[in-house]
């Protein structure tokens, strides 16, 4: 069963950047438009970026210090987040829109997420 996978969480200290990754766990036909979100403890889960066919989209606080991007080829989508602050300290969660097969219909997919912790 396809799921998706991120990586790259850990932790950073303030100031400094990480780079997620999320990507298929098997072999797909297309993937759509993917998400990144996040959930802090004890808030709900907002969204921080998308990409989509004609663009991007991005949350207020990740303007100008966050860039979503994808590499097709690989059905790869980054979050590179840079100048992190403690208030960023979150699971970071993917949300894409998966063809498995060129016949089949589009389906949403959530990953099991990836911590990012920024403390010093």
């Known amino acids: 069963q396809v799921e998706l996978v991120e990586s790259g969480g850990g932790l950073v200290e303030p100031g400094g950047s990480v780079r997620l990754s999320c990507a298929p766990s098997?072999?797909?036909?297309?993937?759509?438009?993917v998400g990144w979100y996040r959930q802090a403890p004890g808030k709900e889960r907002e969204l921080v970026a998308l990409?989509?066919?004609?663009?991007?989209k991005y949350a207020d606080f990740a303007k100008d210090r966050f860039i979503i991007s994808r590499e097709n080829a690989e059905n790869t989508v980054y979050l590179q987040m840079n100048n992190l602050q403690p208030e960023d300290t979150a699971v970071y969660y993917c949300?894409?829109?998966?063809?498995?097969?060129?016949?089949?219909?589009?389906?949403?997919?959530w990953g099991q997420g990836t911590l990012v912790a920024v403390a010093s």
């Open positions: 949300n894409g829109d998966l063809w498995l097969t060129e016949r089949s219909s589009a389906r949403t997919y």
């Open positions: 098997g072999s797909i036909w297309s993937m759509g438009q």
């Open positions: 990409i989509f066919y004609k663009g991007t």
